[in-house]
Structure formats: C-alpha cells, structure tokens
C-alpha cells in the first residue's frame, strides 16, 4: 500500500514507516459499509497515518499515558470502606505506572490527535523513527503539513494483538479506527477549556463512549469477536455496554427541546448510548461555562460505568 496511490478508498491514508502499515487495507466494503453517517463524515475528513511502535511512543500525550487494571479497581470495590471515595483512591492508584506498563502497548495502538501546534522539527523527530522504504515522499509532505486533527494507527501493535488472541488483524484494524472516529465525533471541547479526559472520571467516560460507538459497527460474529478484543483492555474501557444501560441525569435533553422519551423514540435506539453521547459533546462543548453540579453528576455517572464495567 506504501508505494502505491489509494484512488479507491474515501480516507487519505499515509505510511509514515511502517513496514506492518502494507497489511492495511483501507479498500474492504466492509469497513465502510459498517459506518453511519456521523461516523462517516469524520472517516472522510481526517487523514489516517500509519506508524510504527517508536513512532506511536513518540507521538502519544505523556498525559495520556493512564490506565485503570480491572483486577485492581475489582479489588478495591470490595475492600472499600462507606466513607472512601472511589474516584480519590484511582487518581492515587493511577500514579503506579506498572498498571501502565501493563496496558502501554494495547492502549498506544491508536490515536486521534490534533496537530495544530506542532514543530516542523517534532514531526521531523517522528519521520527518523520509521523506516523509509515503507514511506513515500507524498506521506512525509502530507504529515510535515499537516495543521488539523489526524488519526494515527499503529500497525505492528494491531497485528500482535491480532496474532494474540488468534483473530483477523483486519478486524482489529476496523475496531480501533472506529474507536478513534469515536474520539472525533466528541472531539466538542474549545480550544483552553478545561478537558475532562484528563482527570479518570473524563476518561472513563469518554472511553467507554468510544467503545461503544466502534461496537455498535459490528453483528453476529464479528461482534463477538471484537467482544474479545474489548475484553483485554482496561477497565475505562469496559463499560462500552454499560453507557447503553446506564442514563445520565443531566438536563441537556432538555435544551434540545425534546423529552427523554421523544428523543429516543425519534431516534429508535432501544438504548441510552446515544443520548448520552449527546450528553457528553454538549458537556464537553460548554465546559468553560459548566456548573460545579453539572460536573459532580459525570464523576457519580463515571463511577456507576466504572462498577458495571468490572462487574
């Protein structure tokens, strides 16, 4: 895929060195015909470059670099006293980067970044990591250029996780894109406002969101194994099933003129996944302006998730 131009497929994809990034293949049906009309509009408008695994860790947020072992949140809901606040003891929890050290190369396999503010000399730093045979000048022109929001893959990440658990690595390709259009569908936070996702309630929410909207692509076989692949991860992660059972209570339904009732029969989704992520965009899009209360509700929101995902 490196050396040749993709005419056919409505993404620009680009190799940035990768030499795994020649397994992609952006031209299946499938991976198109599984996306609605919001996800859609995202996929066309973002370019996807493909990466190797020094690439991705030079690219991923130090600030991001957090994650939640399953085992020990189950743990701690047991031995918890009435008094604790489960919240409190993650954020002290999350700072023993052994959990990260766990979940590191699973949670870097992909990323939906925005690349406003980058140095030429930064992305230059990336392009040394990849190997060039696997990179066209095209790509390297597009990534020095580019001033938006781009989803990085990492390939050789998405086929060990494939060769791992003994599954496509098509399909885990097609679930981690989705997972970071589902980052960009909520991508509604203004620029210097307060971002939620990095405090472990936001990113609780916000995972499990974008879990549940790269689930929602897929049926019968295919959805039980990308259950499988959602099985591994950590635990913000698991409650992609659980924001579908699960309503906020927060009035934005309200400010959209219609009833909770009328908004789901409209939209004939028989659960609540949607209308919270309608919930969270317009949260995260008056964030500035957002009541301490309104705030309050996400963390008591994020926690139910957080216990229905490991439960």
């Known amino acids: ?9 409505p993404v620009q994809v680009y190799n940035l060195g990768s ?3 020649t397994q992609m293949d952006f031209g299946r049906d499938e991976l198109w015909s599984r996306m ?4 859609g509009f995202e996929a066309v408008s973002l370019p996807v ?3 190797n695994p020094h690439q991705m860790d030079l690219i991923y947020p130090s600030e991001y670099c957090r994650a939640l072992d399953p085992e020990i949140v189950r743990e701690l809901l047991l031995s918890m006293q009435e008094e604790d606040d489960l ?8 700072e023993d980067q052994r959990r990260w050290s766990k979940y590191s190369e699973m949670v870097t396999v992909g990323l ?3 690349l406003w503010n980058w140095s030429r000399q930064r992305r230059e730093a990336v392009l040394e990591k990849g190997d060039t045979s696997m990179r066209t000048a ?3 022109n597009a990534f020095l250029n580019h001033r938006a929001p781009a989803v990085f893959l ?4 998405i086929v060990d996780w494939a060769n791992l658990l003994g599954i496509s690595h098509h399909l885990v390709m097609d679930e981690v894109y989705y997972h970071e259009l589902g980052h960009a569908i909520m991508d509604t936070l203004p620029d210097g406002a307060p971002n939620p996702y990095l405090e472990v309630w936001g990113r609780i929410v916000e995972e499990s969101l974008a879990n549940a909207i790269a689930y929602r692509c897929f049926a019968g076989k295919e959805a039980r194994q990308v259950q499988r692949i959602m099985r591994e991860q950590p635990a913000e992660y698991l409650p992609y099933l659980a924001v579908g059972r699960l309503l906020v209570a927060v009035d934005w339904l309200g400010g959209l003129g219609l009833s909770e009732h009328h908004l789901k029969a409209l939209l004939h989704f028989p659960q609540y996944d949607v209308m919270n992520l309608v919930a969270w965009k317009a949260f995260k899009k008056h964030r500035r302006t957002a009541d301490q209360y309104v705030e309050d509700i996400w963390k008591d929101f994020a926690k139910h998730l957080l216990i229905e995902g490991v439960s």
């Open 112 to 114: 939906y970044l925005k």
């Open 87 to 94: 919240l409190d003891i993650l954020v002290r929890r999350e």
């Open 36 to 39: 609605d009309a919001e996800m």
């Open 138 to 140: 095209e790509a390297e």
């Open 49 to 51: 470059f493909l990466v």
């Open 154 to 157: 990492c390939c050789e990440r």
């Open 1 to 9: 895929m490196n050396q040749r131009k993709m005419t056919d497929i």
């Open 19 to 21: 030499p795994a990034g």
